[in-house]
């Protein structure tokens, strides 16, 4: 199976920082990388598809960047409603691995 | 407007059986891959299985070959997942969710809770 390692496994950042969540696959993925958001008791919600494609109404402060098997997503300027956590996953071989996930808190 | 719908979760005993259904609207149900994912009380998400969007082909995690199965039924918009032999470690909230298409999952229902209790 394919590993993605998400780091770091939890952030503490202010309304307005810039942060980067990192992903790196275990081996080549290609762009078959997804960005999901988690609200503690809802389902997630894509973010970023393709490693790099915004997904329809996701704001964009949210990007996605690929650098061979090393992935990152960005947030420019965070708002309140995006403490969460986020996972990354890979859909290039089944199973469709995802990441431990990442915990945005307010510092 | 898309919709998802997880259906027939609760507590079961480990070793029994449990379905899972998930009704789709909002959309053409027959032109998607769906997929189950799950996640366990506090823990991280974990992909389950995948069937595409005419239901010939189906692709699980090794942790649930053999004893889980997806299906659906086009006719009815309805993705399954039947769950035997069931585990202490199958509880979880399971999610189904759709595939873009571009390997994305784009739309995802409220989840149903199964707890594996003696």
């Known amino acids: 199976d394919i590993q993605m390692t998400q780091s770091p496994s939890s952030l503490s950042a202010s309304v307005g920082d810039r942060v980067t969540i990192s992903c790196r696959a275990s081996?080549?993925?290609?762009?078959?990388l997804s960005w999901y958001q988690q609200i503690p008791g809802k389902a997630p919600k894509l973010l970023i598809y393709?490693?790099?494609s915004l997904q329809s109404g996701v704001p964009s402060r949210f990007s996605g960047a690929e650098s061979g098997t090393d992935f990152t997503l960005t947030i420019s300027s965070l708002e309140p409603e995006d403490f969460a956590t986020y996972y990354c996953q890979q859909s290039s071989t089944t199973p469709y691995t995802f990441g431990q996930g990442t915990k945005l808190e307010i510092k | 407007q898309v919709q998802l719908v997880e259906s027939g979760g609760g507590v079961v005993q480990p070793g029994r059986s449990l379905r899972l259904s998930c009704a789709a609207s909002?959309?053409?149900?027959?032109?998607?891959?769906m997929h189950w994912v799950r996640q366990a009380p506090g823990r991280g998400l974990e992909w389950l299985a995948l069937m595409s969007y005419d239901g010939n082909k189906k692709y699980y995690r090794d942790s649930v070959k053999g004893r889980f199965t997806i299906s659906r039924d086009n006719s009815k918009n309805t993705l399954y997942l039947q769950m035997n032999s069931l585990r202490v470690e199958d509880t979880a909230v399971y999610y189904c969710?759709?595939?873009?298409?571009?390997?994305?999952?784009?739309?995802w229902g409220q989840g149903a809770l199964v707890t594996v209790s003696s």
């Open positions: 393709a490693a790099s």
């Open positions: 081996q080549s993925i290609s762009s078959y």
């Open positions: 969710a759709r595939d873009s298409g571009l390997r994305g999952l784009d739309q």
């Open positions: 909002g959309f053409t149900f027959s032109n998607y891959a």
